[in-house]
């Protein structure tokens, strides 16, 4: 179903004050008075899309959710994990405020575990196919260290601004688990 102008330009309305609220404290913390007046729209506005502040950012994370997990599935076979890693990179550039509040200090932190466990079957799938003599209980061990340690990664690259460009940390986050997995 498409969105009226109106209900799109409002809810991005919503969805930047928040951010910029989520970047300074916790959900717990923001109120929706204080959201509203951060976007310039009243209360019975922001009550006409979402239940509470929770629904507002539950949103925000599925939204970036359903955009890695696409990007996941249009990856193109052969080489996935370069191009998702470039592709996960890229995504997080293009969702930069998003991502710094998610990342950020008052952040979900459960959020990024969520998305990492539901790219661990694929994962586990895929090296399997490259090392199958690898018994898959180290695999599985292997992706909890290996996607722990990326996400890391990630974070501190998030948290710091973004200093170095996608491509620079997808290469290196590709490096350090080809290394890991063929040291299996």
């Known amino acids: 179903m498409k969105q009226d102008h109106r209900v799109r330009l409002t809810k991005?309305?919503?969805r930047?004050?928040?951010?910029?609220l989520l970047l300074?404290?916790?959900v717990a913390k923001i109120t929706v008075k204080e959201?509203?007046?951060k976007a310039g729209v009243n209360r019975a506005t922001f009550y006409a899309h979402y239940r509470d502040l929770f629904d507002l950012h539950e949103e925000i994370?599925?939204?970036l959710a359903h955009t890695i997990m696409h990007s996941l599935n249009t990856t193109q076979p052969g080489?996935?994990?370069s191009a998702f890693s470039t592709a996960i990179c890229s995504i997080i550039v293009e969702h930069q405020r998003s991502c710094q509040a998610i990342f950020g200090e008052f952040g979900d932190p459960d959020f990024p575990l969520r998305v990492v466990e539901t790219l661990r079957e694929s994962s586990l799938a895929l090296w399997h196919e490259e090392r199958p003599e690898v018994p898959k209980d180290e695999l599985n061990r292997f992706y909890t260290f290996a996607a722990n340690g990326c996400l890391a990664v990630v974070r501190a690259w998030v948290q710091n601004d973004m200093q170095e460009s996608p491509e620079t940390i997808a290469c290196f986050i590709e490096k350090m688990t080809t290394k890991g997995l063929a040291s299996l």
Not at 16 to 20: T, V, Y
Request: hydrophobic share 45%.
């Open 12 to 14: 991005m309305l919503l």
């Open 16 to 20: 930047e004050a928040f951010l910029d």
């Open 24 to 26: 300074e404290k916790p």
């Open 35 to 37: 959201l509203c007046d």
């Open 61 to 63: 994370e599925q939204d």
């Open 79 to 81: 080489n996935l994990f």
